[in-house]
Nanobody
Framework: QVQLVESGGGLVQAGGSLRLSCAAS????????MGWFRQAPGKEREFVAT???????YYTESVKGRFTISRDNAKDTVYLQMNSLKPEDTAVYYC????????????????????WGQGTQVTVSS
């Protein structure tokens, strides 16, 4: 079992930055694929970024060059650095995880992830 707790959300002006953190509790954090998703009002939850055990990363097209996902296995924490924020980035951001220690571990679909945090609100004003 893995528990995930997000923090770092808030209100920021367009062009500003925020760093989200997701602290995980449980065993073998380094063997989990970690992902960030977001859900805007009236929309489906969508993939943002993911990082696997080898620190290979993938991003949705709309955040490439602006967001950076990273992980600190010593602290059991994954981060999402968000720069050049836009009003369309406004959403509840969720941290998610699933166990995968082999090669080719990454997933962009919600159904692949077994554990989810409670979410943190990010609001970008224009």
């Amino acid at each position: 079992q893995v528990q995930l707790v997000e923090s770092g959300g808030g209100l920021v002006q367009a062009g500003g930055s925020l760093r989200l953190s997701c602290a995980a509790s449980g065993r073998t954090f380094s063997s989990y694929v970690m992902g960030w998703f977001r859900q805007a009002p009236g929309k489906e939850r969508e993939f943002v970024a993911t990082i696997n055990w080898s620190r290979t990363t993938y991003y949705t097209e709309s955040v490439k060059g602006r967001f950076t996902i990273s992980r600190d296995n010593a602290k059991d924490t994954v981060y999402l650095q968000m720069n050049s924020l836009k009003p369309e980035d406004t959403a509840v951001y969720y941290c998610a995880a699933y166990y995968c220690s082999g090669y080719g571990c990454f997933a962009r679909n919600v159904d692949a992830y077994d554990y989810w945090g409670q979410g943190t609100q990010v609001t970008v004003s224009s």
